[in-house]
């Protein structure tokens, strides 16, 4: 094993919702990731995970990339952005300059970092033509960016399992599911040369099409318990993640 330390930076992608362990806490891919690394490394491992929902790139580089770098990694993640092309300030130049400066911070420290194209979530939600043309800029300068650096560039947007099958996503359509979370594990760790549950790259079933008015009277109750509650924190200027704290924030075995 070359790695013997891994830190994930990000937000609710790398937090890992909705992926909830028994006791409410989410677990997600990244955690699922260092549980293997560690398989591999022995009791010393080291994981933080430093991520926090609803974060924008600018706090995710100024609360999170310092402390990830003290720590002195072999590995780290870095996924920041998602929630930035959803905001009407979206800058693509400015995150293109700080994208790749960030990475390059994180690599010039000696540390291997992955970086990820975003998964296409965008099929079950509206706003597709404004968002998508930003996802698909993002994506391909995060690409430039991984071929920059010598990166580790995992692809998710290449995958269309996570366009064509919804049970990949929760139930908010934003956030990925427990199966979603296996399935960017498998590839992070395949892409690293290291195994995994070969379950976790399976496709799962697709459910059987719905009937126009249950899925009319599904979507009627996404927009109440997940789309107006969103519309109302972007208003009000707060976020998800305003009451969050990190929960992994210091490097360490695992099973602590």
């Known amino acids: ?56 790139f600018p706090s995710v ?45 994180l690599r010039s420290g000696g540390a291997d970092v ?20 930003r996802i698909a800029l993002v994506n391909r300068l995060i690409g430039e960016i991984a071929e920059r650096h010598g990166a580790i560039l995992i692809d998710l947007f290449a995958d269309d399992t996570f366009r064509l099958n919804p049970t990949l996503w929760s139930p908010d359509r934003l956030h990925l599911s427990a199966a979603g979370h296996r399935r960017v594990a498998g590839q992070v760790l395949t892409t690293l040369g290291v195994g995994c549950d070969e379950e976790w790259l399976m496709v799962p079933e697709r459910p059987a099409a719905t009937p126009w008015l249950a899925a009319r009277a599904a979507d009627l109750s996404w ?20 009451t969050v704290t990190a929960k992994r924030p210091v490097l360490g075995p695992l099973a602590d």
């Open 61 to 105: 580089v100024a609360e999170q990339v310092p402390a990830a770098l003290a720590m002195k990694p072999d590995l780290v993640s870095f996924a920041a952005g998602g929630n930035d092309v959803l905001r009407r300030t979206f800058d693509p130049d400015a995150l293109a300059t700080r994208f790749d400066a960030v990475v390059g911070r």
């Open 114 to 133: 992955i970086l990820f194209r975003f998964a296409d979530v965008l099929a079950r939600l509206p706003g597709q033509r404004l968002v998508s043309p």
């Open 1 to 56: 094993m070359r790695w013997r330390s891994f830190v994930a930076v990000g937000d609710s992608f790398t937090e890992g919702m909705d992926d909830a362990y028994p006791d409410g806490t989410y677990r997600g891919w990244a955690d699922l990731v260092a549980t293997r690394l560690a398989a591999e490394a022995g009791p010393d491992f080291g994981y933080a995970n430093l991520a926090i929902r609803g974060r924008l």
């Open 223 to 242: 927009v109440g318990r997940h789309l107006a509650p969103w519309v109302t924190r972007r208003l009000t200027g707060r976020s998800s993640g305003d």
